[in-house]
């Protein structure tokens, strides 16, 4: 089975973050794998896994890390696929370390950084689904049927005035 997304994260402490993304892709229909690979702590696991991702099928890596966060743009130097960057809300400085560390790329590797947090590993997951409709019409249609839930679901006024 090809499972077309990777996400990748720094630290166990991260999933709580990027399981976000993993619940948009999964309510997409889109085949994802997860896995812990810190830049830091296990880089020899983080050459193996971007050296081997596209051989592995994956098209698209979703990487998320805080802190110094050097995973998404390591894994961007280690592969050709497109890198999606999801800076993690730090405690001590609320993930602006994070967000500099990922978006802060020299010009030649480049990461496609979203924003920090939740937010950010939602729209990392449908950005990644929006890049693999390009050649999935069926991925398209049902992407294009969640946004018109979403949009539905958006009320025109405040609850407690409608
Ligand atoms: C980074 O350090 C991880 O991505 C994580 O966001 C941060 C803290 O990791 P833990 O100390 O919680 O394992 O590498």
Redesign the pocket.
Known sequence: MTYPVAII??????WETMRHAADTLSALGVLHKAHIV????TPDRLYAFAKGAKAAGYSIVIA??????H?PGMAAALTELPVLGVP?E?KSLSGVD?LYSIVQMPAGIPVGTLAIGKAGAINAALLAASILALNDAALAARLAAWRAEQTASIREQPEDLA
């Not at 994260?9 to 991260?14: I, L, P, R």
């Not at 810190?38 to 702590?41: K, N, Q, V």
């Open positions: 994260m720094g630290s166990q402490s991260d810190s830049a830091h702590r998320g890390a805080g802190g110094a966060a995973l993690m730090s994070s």
